[in-house]
C-alpha cells in the first residue's frame, strides 16, 4: 500500500515566524488533504489540494504529484496554529484513506 | 448547518463487552467513514459508506462492523473490546460518493477500554 511521510515530526517556533510542512507519498494518488488537529482533538480540513496551488489566508499549500510530494506553508504564525497537522491521501487500488504520522507544531508567545 | 455529529463523547467499557458509536453527518452529505486515533498517531481508516453500501474497509479485524441508514447516519460497533481498542474514534462526512472527496470530521468519541 502507500506509504505517507511527514516531516519534521516536531516544530517550535516563535510567533510571527514562518514554517514549511512536507508530506511525501510513495505512489501516485488522486487527491492529498491536509488538516490541523487542534489540542482538543478536533481535526479541521485546511486544503483539498490534489495538485497545484492553494492559498486561504495565512496558510497556503501546493502538491506536486508527479513528484509525489505536498507542502504546507505557514506564514506569520500565531499561537492558535499550534497543534498537530495531518496529510491524507486516496490509496484508490484499495479503497483506503491514508493519514500520515502528522507534524506537531508548538507556537511559543 | 450542524456539522458532523457524534455520540456519545466519551465512553468507559470492560474488556468483552459491545459498544456502539454514532455519527450523524452534515445535511446533504451521503458519505460517512470512521477512524480510530491512538494517542500520538495518525487517524486510521476503518470504513467508508455511501447510500448504504460499503465502500472502503481498512485493516481491522471482523469484531469491527458499521451500517449506514437511510437518513445517512451511521453506527460503528465493536465487540469483544480489548485493552487496545481505546482510543478516539473519529467519524468524517463527505459530499460525493468517493473516498477522495473533502472530508468533514466530528469531534469524535474517546473510548476507555478497563
Known amino acids: 500500500g502507500i506509504q505517507v511521510e511527514q516531516s519534521p515530526p516536531d516544530l517550535i517556533l516563535q510567533e510571527g515566524a514562518n514554517s514549511t510542512l512536507r508530506c511525501n507519498f510513495s505512489d501516485s494518488v488522486n487527491n492529498l488533504q491536509w488538516f490541523h488537529q487542534n489540542p482538543w482533538g478536533q481535526l479541521i480540513n485546511l486544503f483539498y489540494?490534489?495538485?497545484g496551488t492553494k492559498q486561504n489566508g495565512r496558510l497556503s499549500a501546493t502538491t506536486v504529484a508527479t513528484e509525489r510530494y505536498s507542502l504546507l506553508y505557514i506564514s506569520s504564525s500565531q499561537t492558535t496554529d499550534s497543534g498537530v497537522y495531518f496529510c491524507a491521501v486516496v490509496d484508490s487500488s484499495a479503497s483506503k484513506i491514508i493519514f500520515g504520522s502528522g507534524t506537531r507544531l508548538s507556537i511559543r508567545p | 448547518d450542524a456539522g458532523v455529529t457524534q455520540s456519545p463523547t466519551h465512553l468507559i467499557k470492560t474488556r468483552g463487552q459491545h459498544v456502539t458509536l454514532r455519527c450523524s453527518p452534515i445535511?446533504?452529505?451521503?458519505?460517512v467513514s470512521w477512524y480510530q486515533q491512538v494517542l500520538g498517531q495518525g487517524p486510521q481508516f476503518i470504513f467508508q459508506y455511501y447510500e448504504k453500501e460499503e465502500r472502503g474497509r481498512g485493516n481491522f479485524p471482523d469484531r469491527f462492523s458499521a451500517r449506514q441508514f437511510p437518513n445517512y447516519s451511521s453506527e460503528l460497533n465493536v465487540n469483544a473490546l480489548l485493552l487496545g481498542d481505546s482510543a478516539l474514534y473519529l467519524c468524517?462526512?463527505?459530499?460525493?460518493?468517493?473516498?477522495?472527496?473533502?472530508?468533514?470530521f466530528g469531534n469524535g468519541t474517546r473510548l476507555t477500554v478497563t
Open positions: 489540494i490534489p495538485s
Open positions: 468524517a462526512s463527505s459530499l460525493e460518493g468517493g473516498i477522495d472527496s473533502p472530508l468533514h
Open positions: 445535511s446533504g452529505h451521503k458519505s
